[in-house]
Structure formats: structure tokens, C-alpha cells
């Protein structure tokens, strides 16, 4: 390994010269250099009276809805720096114990995501996902091919990358098949965790210099759960990551929105049509028009950093109005991060004639058009493609 993040990704620390990726990202590299507590950790500074068991969900939500603002406003101060967001003093029980008691309801009746397959998986029902009350990681360790703001400044960092096992999406070209799509819940043979547990791998990540704790899979939206549960259990602040294909409702959407400091979406297909064929996804919701809609929450908030990946033969009818719409509605606020790697793999290779749109890389004009397309938008994506 070598001694330097410098060394071993240049990128990692120029990228930080260029004024547009500053400003983008802000929020986020003050976290990461230790300058601003995480979000997760001013969500403590919020004290709540009730996120006990006797109250309604809706109860609950109200009382969510009203510390949220709260958070919100707080983090808007500790930006300016009219607060410290160090100095306040922690509450029990407070907004993340709120949050955690709501996401143990909506696993009840699981609508973590669009699919709103509303079984008890509490009780070990399973859901589109496969996925019962248990979280599965599959791997996790300091990445060093993520996105050049993701690796971190410091002598070691990496991103550090939790995998989760599963998925809501079954993306016929996947080239995470491995862990995202298992046939059954039998197939899901990773490690089984608890909130306890997955803290414990973010803060072992975290002292071992990881720049952020980056939740990917899979799909971390359907251990939604785990993943809120884990946090008052975590004690370093570091910045938190969703790196995620965005087909969740907006109740996760709002639970969230308090937590995450970098959103990494991926935004893959603009219409119905290619979504249901090839990510076999939107039978219940649009996948996008709920992906669409997710990208302008997260955008208010936290940095973001939009992933597209360019599929052949989707130029017209998916690349070009997907950068239309980020140029739109978010443009000014992200940065956009256009991927030439896709390659045919999962179950496109064994099945060519029934994807054949799909079935060879893109071309080195398509990856182009996409470049001069964004470029012609004025869309920020040089910087981290
Ligand atoms: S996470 Fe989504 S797919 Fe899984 S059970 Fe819940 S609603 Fe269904």
C-alpha cells in the first residue's frame, strides 16, 4: 500500500484547487477535514420527548418534521459559523433516537422503498428485496477508486466502502451481481450485522483513516434500519455517504435528509420503458419520476455528486434528457460524474439477442456525445469523470 493518498491519487488532492468543487461540495470537505461536525452528529444536539414505544407513527413524524427544521437551521448556522456545532451539548434522547425508533416502524410495514412491498420484516417477512429484518455486509475496506473528493487528503484515507448485500433494483447488466443479486434469501451468505456491529466496522474504517464512511451495495436504502440504528452507536465524525440508485420513498428520503453530508446518486435511465426492461424496476412508481423527484430533495441537502453511467444505444433517449434535467433543476448545485465503463455483464452476455441494445461497450462516439452534450450544458463533470 503505499504511504500517501498524494502518491497514490494526485487527483485526490488537486481536485480540491478547483474553485467549482469547492463551493459545490463544501459542506461536505469541512466535514471531512474536521472543521464541521457530520450531520449525524448535530442530530444529537436536538432533543425530542417523544420517541417513545406508546406513541402513534404519525406522532412520531410530526415530532420529525419539527426537529428537522431544527437540524436544518442548526446546520445552516454551524456552516456560517454564527454556531458551534462542537461546542453544544448532546441530548437523550434527541433526534437520532427519533429517527431510529421511525424507521424500526416502517420496517414493519417496509415502504423503505418504492416497491412498498408493506410486509412485517420485523417478524422475518420478506420483501422484493429478499431481505427480511436481517443486514448482510459483504465486503467493506477504504476504497481508492472512487470519485477523486471521496479518497481524502489525509496520508492514508480511502473511501471507506460498506457493502450491503441485496437490492431493489435487478439491473439485467449489473456488474455487482455478485452481492446485489441474490436468487434467494439463501444466497445472501455475507456477514450478518447489527447496529452495533456496523458501527463498529465504520469507527475500525474511520481509525484506520478512511475520508468518509460510504454506504453502497447492493442498495443500502433496504437496511435503511441498521444503517440509522448504527449511528448513535458511532462516536468519530466522518462524513456519511448515500451512494445509492435513489428508488426510495420520501419517508426515507426525510430520514435522510438529517443524516447524509455527500449524496452520490446514480441516475441511469429517463425513460419508464428502459428502467422496467433493463433495471426491472417501476412496476409500482416510476423509477424516473421518483428518481427525478429524489434528486431535487437531496440536492437542498448536502453536497452531491451525481453518477450516470452511459449505456450504449441509451444516448438519445436516456443520456440527453437526464443531463437536460440536471441542468434544469440542480445544475448549479452538483457536480455530475459521466461513466464510460459500463460492459456487458449479469445476464446480458448469456442473453444477447434479448438485450441487444445493451450488449457491447458504448462506442467511443457515444461516450463523446455524452461529454459534448454536458460540456454544451455548462454541467460541471470534468472534474470527477
Ligand atoms: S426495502 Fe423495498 S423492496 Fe425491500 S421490502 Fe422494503 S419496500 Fe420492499
Known amino acids: 500500500m503505499p504511504s500517501s493518498v498524494a502518491s497514490m491519487r494526485p487527483d485526490a488532492v488537486s481536485v480540491w484547487k478547483d474553485t467549482e468543487v469547492r463551493e459545490r461540495l463544501s459542506w461536505y470537505r469541512q466535514v471531512m477535514i474536521g472543521r464541521l461536525p457530520a450531520?449525524?452528529?448535530?442530530?444529537?444536539?436536538?432533543?425530542?420527548?417523544?420517541?417513545?414505544?406508546?406513541?402513534?407513527?404519525?406522532?412520531?413524524?410530526?415530532?420529525?418534521?419539527?426537529?428537522?427544521?431544527?437540524?436544518?437551521?442548526?446546520?445552516?448556522?454551524?456552516?456560517?459559523?454564527?454556531?458551534?456545532?462542537?461546542?453544544?451539548?448532546?441530548?437523550?434522547?434527541?433526534?437520532l433516537d427519533l429517527k431510529g425508533a421511525l424507521v424500526n416502524r416502517m420496517l414493519e410495514h417496509c415502504n423503505?422503498?418504492?416497491?412498498?412491498?408493506?410486509?412485517?420484516?420485523?417478524?422475518?417477512?420478506?420483501?422484493?428485496?429478499?431481505?427480511?429484518?436481517?443486514?448482510?455486509?459483504?465486503?467493506?475496506?477504504?476504497?481508492?477508486?472512487?470519485?477523486?473528493?471521496?479518497?481524502?487528503?489525509?496520508?492514508?484515507?480511502?473511501?471507506?466502502?460498506?457493502?450491503?448485500?441485496?437490492?431493489?433494483?435487478?439491473?439485467?447488466?449489473?456488474?455487482?451481481?455478485s452481492i446485489s443479486q441474490p436468487k434467494t434469501k439463501m444466497n445472501i451468505i455475507g456477514e450478518a450485522v447489527t447496529p452495533v456491529r456496523l458501527a463498529e466496522i465504520a469507527e475500525e474504517l474511520a481509525s484506520e483513516g478512511a475520508a468518509n464512511i460510504n454506504y453502497v451495495g447492493g442498495e443500502p436504502t433496504i437496511d435503511l434500519h441498521t444503517i440509522v440504528?448504527?449511528?448513535?452507536?458511532?462516536?468519530?465524525?466522518?462524513?456519511?455517504?448515500?451512494?445509492?440508485?435513489?428508488?426510495?420513498?420520501?419517508?426515507?428520503?426525510?430520514?435522510?435528509a438529517d443524516l447524509i453530508d455527500l449524496w452520490l446518486p446514480d441516475f441511469k435511465f429517463w425513460r419508464d420503458e428502459c428502467a422496467k426492461r433493463l433495471m426491472w424496476v417501476g412496476a409500482k412508481a416510476s423509477y424516473p419520476e421518483v428518481v427525478k423527484r429524489n434528486h431535487i430533495f437531496a440536492?437542498?441537502?448536502?453536497?452531491?455528486?451525481?453518477?450516470?453511467?452511459?449505456?450504449?444505444?441509451?444516448?438519445?433517449?436516456?443520456?440527453?434528457?437526464?443531463?437536460?434535467?440536471?441542468?434544469?433543476?440542480?445544475?448549479?448545485?452538483?457536480l455530475v460524474n459521466i461513466m464510460s465503463q459500463y460492459y456487458p455483464s449479469n445476464m446480458v452476455p448469456m442473453n444477447p439477442e434479448k438485450y441487444p441494445d445493451i450488449a457491447r461497450y458504448p462506442s467511443r462516439k457515444e461516450i463523446q456525445d455524452a461529454y459534448d452534450y454536458a460540456r454544451a450544458l455548462g454541467l460541471q463533470f470534468e472534474q470527477v469523470t
Open 299 to 334: 440536492a437542498e441537502h448536502g453536497s452531491m455528486i451525481i453518477r450516470h453511467l452511459v449505456m450504449p444505444g441509451h444516448i438519445e433517449c436516456c443520456t440527453k434528457p437526464i443531463l437536460d434535467f440536471i441542468s434544469e433543476t440542480i445544475g448549479d448545485k452538483v
Open 112 to 177: 423503505f422503498c418504492e416497491w412498498d412491498c408493506k410486509v412485517n420484516r420485523a417478524e422475518g417477512k420478506i420483501g422484493f428485496c429478499r431481505l427480511d429484518r436481517t443486514t448482510s455486509v459483504g465486503s467493506f475496506f477504504r476504497h481508492y477508486g472512487e470519485e477523486a473528493p471521496l479518497i481524502g487528503v489525509e496520508r492514508k484515507g480511502g473511501s471507506g466502502t460498506i457493502f450491503f448485500e441485496s437490492c431493489n433494483c435487478h439491473c439485467v447488466f449489473c456488474q455487482n451481481w
Open 39 to 95: 450531520k449525524f452528529m448535530l442530530c444529537r444536539k436536538i432533543p425530542t420527548q417523544v420517541e417513545n414505544s406508546d406513541a402513534s407513527q404519525e406522532e412520531l413524524w410530526n415530532e420529525h418534521a419539527s426537529l428537522s427544521q431544527q437540524l436544518c437551521d442548526l446546520v445552516k448556522n454551524v456552516e456560517s459559523g454564527s454556531e458551534s456545532g462542537w461546542s453544544l451539548k448532546d441530548h437523550h434522547p434527541n433526534l
Open 229 to 256: 440504528n448504527s449511528l448513535t452507536h458511532m462516536s468519530t465524525s466522518i462524513p456519511l455517504i448515500w451512494n445509492s440508485n435513489m428508488y426510495c420513498t420520501m419517508e426515507s428520503m426525510r430520514i435522510l
